[in-house]
């Protein structure tokens, strides 16, 4: 079975410090890989993407992953306490966004 | 402003009637999809739809049922046969269907079955 696995926290930082967000995923052949935020009663907002092995940054966060050990991460730098929130990860098995397997996020919490 | 439009935002319904939930995006995207949120659970996928007048099932289609008649739209209907209905129910949709094409949410519906 097809897993996307993220410890659910919360995972606490203070403000101005860097939020690491962790996921592990079953397949090898796992093709795409997203982080969504989610605030409380709300719906989840896109915030980036990774295909390949390596870094990708936008603004205050990077994605990394890791197909060797089959790991995607988060970083946000200079947490903000409007970054509380909790964090989907989702990873596509191949094919189409129908094969698209979400985690059940890890809730984030900067302290003022 | 192109979106995604849910409605309504709360649902309240008693146990044995079909509900329909509604969802139309002016993005032009070919996919849309339907997920349900339980608290502390991730996504999963009701049905799902590549293109207009065809749709799959997802991992927990039953006591589910979607049209796609146009593209716009993609509604879906809860009915009695589902057996725990009560859940946070997202509309997604995305340019099109393939693994490289980010997933766009709706604000979503809360649907309450008593």
């Known amino acids: 079975q097809k897993e996307v696995e993220q410890n659910s926290g919360p995972l606490s930082v203070p403000e101005g410090a860097i939020a690491s967000l962790n996921c592990t995923y079953s397949?090898?052949?796992?093709?795409?890989f997203f982080w969504y935020r989610q605030y409380s009663g709300k719906s989840p907002e896109l915030i980036m993407f990774?295909?390949?092995?390596g870094d990708k940054e936008d603004g205050r966060f990077t994605a990394q992953l890791n197909k060797a050990s089959q790991y995607v991460s988060l970083l946000i730098r200079d947490s903000q306490p409007s970054d509380s929130a909790t964090y989907l990860c989702?990873?596509?098995?191949?094919?189409?966004?129908?094969?698209?397997?979400f985690g059940k996020g890890t809730k984030l919490s900067v302290k003022p | 402003d192109g979106g995604i439009t849910q409605s309504p935002k709360y649902l309240f319904r008693k146990e044995g009637q079909n509900v329909t939930l509604s969802c139309e995006q002016n993005?032009?995207?070919?996919?849309m999809y339907w997920y349900r949120q339980d608290p502390g659970q991730g996504l999963r996928l009701i049905y799902y739809?590549?293109?207009?007048?065809?749709?799959q099932k997802g991992d927990i289609a039953e006591g589910y049922s979607v049209s796609r008649e146009k593209k716009e739209s993609f509604p879906l209907t809860v009915t009695s046969a589902q057996k725990n209905p009560t859940a946070f129910y997202l509309c997604?949709?995305?340019?099109?269907?393939?693994?490289?094409?980010?997933?766009?949410f709706g604000n979503g519906t809360r649907l309450t079955v008593t």
């Open positions: 997604a949709s995305s340019i099109e269907s393939s693994y490289n094409s980010p997933l766009h």
């Open positions: 397949d090898r052949g796992s093709q795409s």
């Open positions: 990774i295909y390949s092995n």
């Open positions: 989702a990873v596509n098995y191949g094919g189409s966004q129908g094969n698209l397997i």
């Open positions: 993005l032009n995207h070919d996919a």
């Open positions: 739809s590549q293109i207009v007048n065809d749709f």
